[in-house]
């Protein structure tokens, strides 16, 4: 278990004021839990630098009618299979699918993945979203 | 039904011996291919500006144990069903949930419901993927 | 003038822990400096968004022996003079050249400027750093 | 020397149209240079990530009335004298300056120094643009 500390920060007026407008517009109810999320972004940005075992999403869009495009994206994952916990599939339209694979391993085993997949012949867009397994951000 | 076009383009020797290795390293088997992936990119990004319908996912990070979180995630995505496709959800580990909700709106639509979840209380993390709903990528 | 104002803010103790080895590493003394900078971050980004006066630099790196490329970088320059405050050179070696362009507009008069110098040819890189004017982050 | 290869690629008409019209919206004259640029921004941060020497630009805002901060900058600037080319000063305002730092070295040595800069007390802003020397982009 952890526990909850409390600390004070100073702030000039004008740049709390602008702080509190910009929170609120977001949805924030109070200012600690907007820092808390400030502070967590940078951590995760770290996370991602380190090296440590870290989540993420890779979200594809691609053409299911292109050839063979479904068989190489298969090989493809089964090649990273120790990486990829689970796979949504939405069919866009009649010939757009989305795909997103959600993957926790090193940094680099994620990358070599989200990149073999982005060079896949008929896939149209893939990108990578950092997140985090949690575990450091109590 | 849309045709292919094929033009040249001009480059420098050692330009070229760079970007060969490049794309090489990330897999890709042909120029044409690693040169539409840059293309498309761009135009995506420009999708995301014009305020244009688009695809996109987000991913949260949070612990399902905080108090009343699971409804007021829940509450959330409601009043923003309209640009809800689907959601999955991962159990990270015995406190850790990572879900990702796949998107299809309009920009503004799509970051309002990002910054509203970032701002729920016990979520980790949350970040908002910029994907395609791929029409205008044939 | 503006007063500073102190407030409490509440944290998990292990976030906070990692948190302050990260300011710490990157040479932080106080915690409500670092916050302080997270906050104007965010403020600085909006202001990016809101179309407000805002001042940034642009980087360009060329090779000053690109025929006509002094003149049309120059010619350039001059059709957007009014958003530009002053010009930095620097030889970096018997070819190249690092620019670096001090602005201040909005956001679609400076991107206007930046992407016409990137869309010079013989400008081998170009970008835009997004910074303010300061007088809003008292 | 370097040469010039010429070499074609293929693209879909469609995705062709929508890349004519975002380059000519650029100021492009010509698809070459547009995809060349595409091409050395990958091959640039790439530069960044594999640790060779790199040139780069920090861009600092700051109130020079804050106490003691021109000498902490001035220190600081001091300790990294050997990555920093020239410097830059703009008064914007009574109280704002804007400091543009022209530095050359290794992407660790640069990081350093702008982290160092940023966490100065009243330094409003600071960000490092990744720019490149240009030897590898003739």
């Known amino acids: 278990m952890s526990s909850v500390i409390r600390f004070g920060i100073s702030l000039d007026k004008n740049l709390l004021e602008s702080f ?11 200012r600690s839990e907007a820092l808390r999320d400030l502070i967590r972004d940078e951590l995760v940005r770290r996370e991602w630098l380190s090296g440590d075992v870290v989540a993420g999403t890779i979200t594809l869009v691609y ?3 292109t050839r063979e495009l479904n068989a190489r ?14 796979t949504q599939h939405i069919h866009l ?5 989305l795909e997103v694979i959600v993957v ?8 070599k993945l ?18 985090t397994t949690g575990k450091n951000l109590l």
Chains 1, 2, 3, 4 share one sequence.
């Not at 994206?73 to 689970?86: G, M, P, Y």
């Open 20 to 30: 509190d407008a910009l929170i609120s517009d977001r949805g924030y109810t109070n």
């Open 114 to 131: 989200a990149s073999r997949l982005k060079a896949a012949r008929g896939v149209k867009h893939s990108s990578l979203t950092m997140a």
């Open 73 to 86: 994206l298969t090989e493809i994952q089964h090649n990273h299979h120790s990486v990829i916990i689970a």
């Open 104 to 111: 926790q391993g090193t940094p680099q085993e994620i990358e």
């Open 63 to 65: 053409d299911h009618h």
């Open 93 to 97: 339209d009649h010939h757009n699918c």
